[in-house]
């Protein structure tokens, strides 16, 4: 078993090769591997991170937070429609200013 593994129920064996069982302990965000490249894949990344930090009062890891600051502009590479779905779910959560702050 690695480090990144753990038992679950008995019988059952998660398997966590990125640790996210222990960010969402911590409560935190994180990108997998370069948020660089997360957000070249999917710029929408970088506001469904702050919704999610907003919904669930979690914090986002700094450097995907920096990297989202540089990367703003590239949400306009997205169509608009789906921009404008996420920002609506960003509106209507109880902790908006979390969200705000990414």
Do not use: Y
Request: proline fraction near 2%; hydrophobic fraction near 40%.
């Amino acid at each position: 078993m690695t480090s990144h593994q753990r038992h679950g129920r008995p019988g059952e064996r998660i398997i966590d090769p990125f640790g996210g069982r222990f960010d969402l302990m911590e409560r935190r965000i994180k990108c997998v591997g370069l948020s660089r490249d997360r957000f070249r894949e999917d710029a929408l990344r970088m506001l469904r991170a702050a919704r999610f930090a907003s919904q669930l009062e979690f914090e986002v890891d700094q450097l995907a937070e920096a990297t989202a600051g540089k990367m703003a502009n590239k949400i306009l590479d997205v169509s608009r429609e789906r921009w404008l779905a996420e920002m609506d779910k960003l509106l209507v959560t109880d902790k908006l200013r979390r969200g705000a702050a990414c």
